[in-house]
């Protein structure tokens, strides 16, 4: 396993070559009103998580991995009523195939679905990364709005999260409200490593569903919260 050398350009993954790459992750909102107690709970959603994302040119295991951090002071222990988390998604490109592991209140979903590449729309906007040349790339739907910056010397189909389609590495991406442009999700590159020694695993754990059937028991979920806990859904402990 070797740790790339940023300097060392032009780069280009070769088919058998296979990634460790890991993304920081915050996400911001913006609550009304002027209890610090919101406040509190807007700084405790922008802490970083992490991604670990192990790839070859077709192929991706993503993961949100532990980190040790130092912080300290006063936090909000919150509990989100309906929250989601992805445990973990493999995606094999050349089969049009993705497997998400999910959990959702405790009970846990296996979600088989295909890829479904975005239509991006790329710009003649560039910059630099970590030593990496860039291209701008956005997307939109349903109120999000997508833009990122991904890298045609690393030539792999996989991405953080679901930004697929794209002729190389997403290195930084932003996920917008486009009603509320203050409410938004960012993505940065960490650490990016070469390392022969990956390999994928498919998630096996969780009830298997396809994506419509997920999606039906989702708007059901929430309509259910809506009623007895109306906008209530984050529990301050």
Known sequence: MKLLAFFLLPFSLLAQDKLKVEFEKRSY???EGNSPQYRQMEEQFSKPSYIQLLGDQNRCSLKTIDRVTNTQGPSVQMTIIG???DIETYMDF???EKVVSKDVDGKLFLIISKTNPLE???SRETKKIKGFNTKKATF???GLGYEVWYSTEIKSKCEPEEFYGLPGLVLEAKLIHLEKPENYTHYQLDQLTMDDTVQFSVPTKGKSVTAEEYATFRKELDKRLQENYGNQGV???
């Open 29 to 31: 909102i913006k609550l």
């Open 83 to 85: 929250a989601e988390k």
């Open 94 to 96: 050349t089969k049009d």
């Open 120 to 122: 991006w729309k790329i």
């Open 140 to 142: 939109e739907n349903e």
């Open 235 to 237: 529990d301050r402990n």
